[in-house]
């Protein structure tokens, strides 16, 4: 409401400050040539000049002329500081909206949108916010379920492992064989808090300043080496080859060692995840020029949606969430993004639905 007030104030009277420089101009260049008319009409007179600029009609003549200047000035100006309030007033009305708007998302309404046209610049920042209202709204919804599955994915293998301790404290299992299926049972179900955790943790990456890097000159080949070492297990439980192609040419380069180890975690890590058994992962280092590097991720695996594919950076966005694991929370390619970003790169995605994905992150050279 101040704002309107004091814009719409300010620009009435800078419409009146327009104007009314305006009319003082004319004013003042009108009086000026009336004069100078007056003293050339003067000139012809028979009685002279001085008696004829004296004389009482003369006198009269050009009082008349000043009073009606003023008069045009007066109303002039008022007309311009009436035009000006009532122009200006539709002029914030888009404003006034945006204003509104934004009180109601900061209340934690995210539903709302700018519906005001206002054929100019103002447009823009109108379809700038509605755009970013409704991305809001996606992680708002998104993390509200988060939330809420999370709590019941925690709550699902705890309560199995102390069902099966009970059982096997209070000897309800007594066969051999039993108790270890139940040992068994409690060491998946663990397993299964400990990926849970783990992608707590991740969350807790994505909110620390990932932009801040402490960068080294490393040989990001034997990097990734090393972080593939850490998935054989991972690989042969699902029986899933990994092949993997080293661009020599790459010499040693400036990152964020552990960062972007953590790249690379995130998008093998998924590569394995959404692939059936016994398919094939490719992992390739390329040098483009003396400028950039790719690794490329290639998996044959579920796929990802052409619709989904604008989203799947977005934080907490899981594609179809009933095929999607259900350990996941949407988060690993959002933090993959923040640090590929940081680093003057960028990462892009290619997938076929149900035939594979491939993630292509390109990185500066920095020497
Ligand atoms: P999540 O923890 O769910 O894997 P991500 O941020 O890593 O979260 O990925 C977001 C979503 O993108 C995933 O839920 C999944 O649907 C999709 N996705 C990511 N990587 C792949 C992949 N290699 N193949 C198919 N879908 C993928």
Known sequence: MRL??????????????????????INFVTKYAINQHFYQFCQLAESGIPKCLQSQAGLQFMASINSS???????????ALFLGYLFSRSFLKPFQNIITSTKQVSKGDYKIRI?????????????????????????ETLRKELVANMSHEL?????????YLEALSDQVITKKHDRKTALKLIKSETERLIQLIGELKKLAILESDSAQLSLSKIDINQLIKKTTQSFTNKLKD????????FDDQIGKISVDKNKIQ?????????????S????AITLTTKKINNRQLNIIIKDQGIGIKKSDLPYIFERFFQADRSRSNKVGIGIGLTIVQKIVTAHGGQVKVSSIYKKGSTFIVTLPILS
Do not use: H
């Open 4 to 25: 309107k007030m004091n814009l719409q104030w300010k620009l009435s009277f800078l419409f009146l400050l327009n104007l009314g420089i305006t009319i003082i101009f």
């Open 69 to 79: 200047l003023w008069v045009v000035s007066i109303f002039g100006s008022l007309l």
């Open 115 to 139: 519906k005001a046209k206002t054929y100019d610049e103002t447009d823009e920042l109108i379809v700038a916010l509605n755009e970013m209202y409704g991305s809001l709204e996606r992680i």
């Open 155 to 163: 709550s699902t293998p705890l309560t199995n492992i102390y069902g």
């Open 238 to 245: 699902k029986k899933i080859l990994l092949k993997t192609s």
């Open 262 to 274: 953590q790249v690379i975690t995130n998008l093998l890590d998924n590569a394995i995840k959404y």
């Open 276 to 279: 059936a058994p016994q398919g």
